[in-house]
């Protein structure tokens, strides 16, 4: 049987770890050429392996997605290797421990942490996108998904800047939908809750047992979990899905 994904090409950043990585593995096994983009070339280049020891197919590509030549580049690359870009997976970011502010109320936060989660987990999906989007366009269309967060649905105690840094992603992706319905692009989002990668341990470290209290299913979720929705908003099975928050928490905001 055909995978969901055949034949079609995707990048993905973030892929070196936890969500990023599990939606490499997915959309490779679905049939789809990847390139796994990355911080270092090293963690892109072990996810590519992964997708090899699988019978997949893919390129590693190192990009930092604060610096908009390095995206550009990251951009031309996957059309380079593949002949052109059907779907993309703005997954790469920060969480607050990352910038030592973890716990740190709104009015206490520095201005420097501000600005990097921000850089990363807001401006770095914008700059993907409209890389992406110039070449959707020329090609005549395609898929994006770009990762939010249950954070981007409600206020979460002590992470503010990552808190609005996904607030925002949500309304860059409803914006970017109805912006670019006409060039045939759908552009969505994904709401992961709280999901078992690296970026949760410190977290599950401090307030595991608060956290497990408040997600009605009392586990967190795997990131392959959050991959099979990404795989099939970026499949022509979503072909008339643009600009929805998908969320994937276990039940965490139903609350
Ligand atoms: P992770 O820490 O395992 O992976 C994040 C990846 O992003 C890493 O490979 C890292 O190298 C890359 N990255 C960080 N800064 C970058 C930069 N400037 N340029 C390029 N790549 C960079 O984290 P996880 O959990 O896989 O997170 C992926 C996305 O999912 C993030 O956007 C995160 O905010 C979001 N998310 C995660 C949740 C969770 O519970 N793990 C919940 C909701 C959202």
Redesign the pocket.
């Known amino acids: 049987m055909a995978g969901m994904l055949e034949g079609k090409s995707a990048l993905i ?2 892929a ?5 990585r599990a939606a490499a593995l997915a959309f490779a096994r679905e049939g789809a050429w990847v390139a796994a983009a ?2 270092t070339l090293e ?1 892109a280049q072990r996810t590519l392996a992964a997708i090899e020891a699988a019978g997949g197919q893919g390129v590693a590509i190192a ?4 610096d908009d030549a390095a995206v550009a580049a990251m951009v031309a690359a996957t059309v380079n290797a593949f002949g052109g870009l059907d779907c993309a997976f703005n ?5 607050p421990y990352q910038v030592n502010a973890i716990g740190v109320a709104t009015a206490d936060i520095e201005e420097a942490a501000w600005q990097r989660i921000l850089d ?2 807001l401006t ?1 999906v914008w700059r993907c996108l409209r890389h992406e989007v110039a070449q959707m366009r020329r090609q005549g269309g395609g898929a994006i998904v770009n ?1 939010a ?3 981007g649905l409600v206020g979460l105690r002590g992470s503010s800047a990552y808190a609005v840094s996904k607030h925002a992603v949500l309304g860059l992706t409803k914006t970017a939908a109805i912006d670019h319905a006409a060039d045939n692009i759908r552009v969505n989002a994904v709401c ?4 078992e ?4 341990e410190e977290s599950m470290r401090r307030a595991g047992e608060r956290i497990l209290a408040r997600v009605p299913m009392a586990r967190l979720g795997q ?1 392959g979990e959050i991959a099979e929705a990404v795989v099939w908003m970026c499949s022509d099975r979503a072909s008339f899905v643009t600009g929805a928050a998908w969320t994937v928490d276990g039940g965490y905001t139903a609350v």
Do not use: Q
């Open positions: 950043t973030g070196g770890s936890g969500i990023g990355d911080l963690t990009c930092d997605v604060t997954n790469a970011g920060i969480a990363v987990n770095g990762t967060s249950i954070g992961p809750g709280y999901i990668t690296p970026m949760t990131p």
